[in-house]
T-cell receptor
Framework: GAGVSQSPRYKVAKRGQDVALRCDPI?????LFWYQQALGQGPEFLTY????????KSGLPSDRFFAERPEGSVSTLKIQRTQQEDSAVYLC?????????????FGNGTRLTVT | DAKTTQPPSMDCAEGRAANLPCNHS???????VYWYRQIHSQGPQYIIH???NNETNEMASLIITEDRKSSTLILPHATLRDTAVYYC???????????FGAGTRLFVKA
């Protein structure tokens, strides 16, 4: 498909486990964003990439959260030593360029449940 | 913090126009207004955006006031499938974040 693809769609982790969430952006999109969405809330910004460069990671809630986009396309969000408060939907979005006239296109997210 | 204010919920009758308001009184001159919607269990879907002129596409119309301090998203003929949370967002020109607020939950009723 031509949209943003995220995998897995659902992930259940035991507290303390590490998880890795994958995002395949739309081909050719320069900008990539990660968001965290708690139940009943709007998405909360986590981090932003322009190509392979992580230009803003101010939204990452702790040093257990790490994101990478080594070749400027696929991105991975890694959460180490998961905690129950990490349970949320993790959304990835991409946009064609970094301009403010460029809409974000979202994937359907990964729902993480930490037990 | 989000730069926009929206009512938490609205109702609309099927087939009627849905008019969703948004207040963005602190918007800067080169900041765009974006609208997204989110249907349960899906990611947010882009609807429309604008800077100062009114915009229309196949999904909706966006009316921005002359002073740019508020805008209205218009769904001309709402259907049951338009039931969703609608987010009005101002893109932050000082950085790369797109900050979402709580949005408006639109219920379209038969």
């Amino acid at each position: 498909g031509a949209g943003v693809s995220q995998s897995p769609r659902y992930k259940v982790a035991k507290r303390g486990q590490d998880v890795a969430l994958r995002c395949d952006p739309i081909s050719g999109h320069v900008s990539l964003f990660w968001y965290q969405q708690a139940l009943g809330q709007g998405p909360e910004f986590l981090t932003y990439f322009q190509n392979e460069a992580q230009l803003d990671k101010s939204g990452l809630p702790s040093d257990r959260f790490f994101a990478e986009r080594p070749e400027g396309s696929v991105s991975t969000l890694k959460i180490q030593r998961t905690q129950q408060e990490d349970s949320a939907v993790y959304l990835c979005a991409s946009s064609l360029d970094r301009g403010y006239n460029s809409p974000l296109h979202f994937g359907n997210g990964t729902r993480l449940t930490v037990t | 913090d989000a730069k926009t204010t929206q009512p938490p919920s609205m109702d609309c009758a099927e087939g009627r126009a849905a008019n969703l308001p948004c207040n963005h009184s602190t918007i800067s001159g080169n900041e765009y207004v974006y609208w997204y919607r989110q249907i349960h269990s899906q990611g947010p879907q882009y609807i429309i955006h604008g800077l100062k002129n009114n915009e229309t596409n196949e999904m909706a119309s966006l009316i921005i006031t002359e002073d740019r301090k508020s805008s209205t998203l218009i769904l001309p003929h709402a259907t049951l499938r338009d039931t969703a949370v609608y987010y009005c967002i101002v893109r932050d020109t000082g950085g790369f974040k797109t900050i979402f607020g709580a949005g408006t939950r639109l219920f379209v009723k038969a």
